[in-house]
T-cell receptor, first 112, second 111 residues
């Protein structure tokens, strides 16, 4: 099993640009999570999908953030427009229902 | 919501010694307690978990204990090795999808 696959691993972009992060969950898992990790706030849940449907997006910081899951094997997290304070490591995780989550390697985003 | 506190924030141990990390939680409804290990540049890796119907679980050199009355749980690593150096996170969940994470413990194993 390849685990959760995220791309890109690193992204550097200029303020105001659109950024799209991608995730392929573990095959057969029906729950998908997007987390953000910063030194100040630790690991924060941004959004949770179950069976491709967004269930809880209360952690999405602003309208500049959006996430989609068009099918069971793909999800995107988009930031438009990006700001320097969005710089963080973004993780995608998946689970076979419930909280037992398996994380991807993350995308380190730097907005300059 | 759930509040998870983790101590210590850093821990340095001599190779071969034991390491213990402690966490407390606030929501008495929490019933699932995983531990994650995060190496530099990698994502958190689930290393062991425990559910509220047991008090202890072991897997080779790692063990987790749970005291539901006191609302705390601990990770024990025995015979530490250099590859155990990492950041360890505890978490708690009421069994739905939400994980509340501790702030992390940076463990350094000295050779």
């Amino acid at each position: 099993d390849a685990g959760v696959i995220q791309s890109p691993r690193h992204e550097v972009t200029e303020m105001g640009q659109e950024v799209t992060l991608r995730c392929k969950p573990i095959s057969g898992h029906n729950s998908l999570f997007w987390y953000r990790q910063t030194m100040m706030r630790g690991l924060e849940l941004l959004i949770y999908f179950n069976n491709n449907v967004p269930i809880d997006d209360s952690g999405m910081p602003e309208d500049r953030f959006s996430a989609k899951m068009p099918n069971a094997s793909f999800s995107t997290l988009k930031i438009q427009p990006s700001e320097p304070r969005d710089s963080a490591v973004y993780f995608c995780a998946s689970s076979l229902s419930g909280p037992e989550a398996f994380f991807g390697q993350g995308t380190r985003l730097t907005v300059v | 919501g759930e509040n998870v506190e983790q101590h210590p924030s850093t821990l340095s141990v001599q190779e071969g010694d034991s390491a213990v990390i402690k966490c407390t939680y606030s929501d008495s409804a929490s019933n699932y307690f995983p531990w994650y290990k995060q190496e530099l540049g990698k994502g958190p890796q689930l290393i062991i978990d425990i559910r509220s119907n047991v008090g202890e679980k072991k897997d080779q050199r790692i063990a987790v204990t749970l005291n539901k009355t006191a609302k705390h749980f601990s990770l024990h690593i025995t015979e530490t090795q250099p590859e155990d150096s990492a950041v360890y996170f505890c978490a708690a969940s009421t069994g739905n999808y939400k994980l509340s994470f501790g702030a992390g413990t940076t463990v350094t194993v000295r050779a």
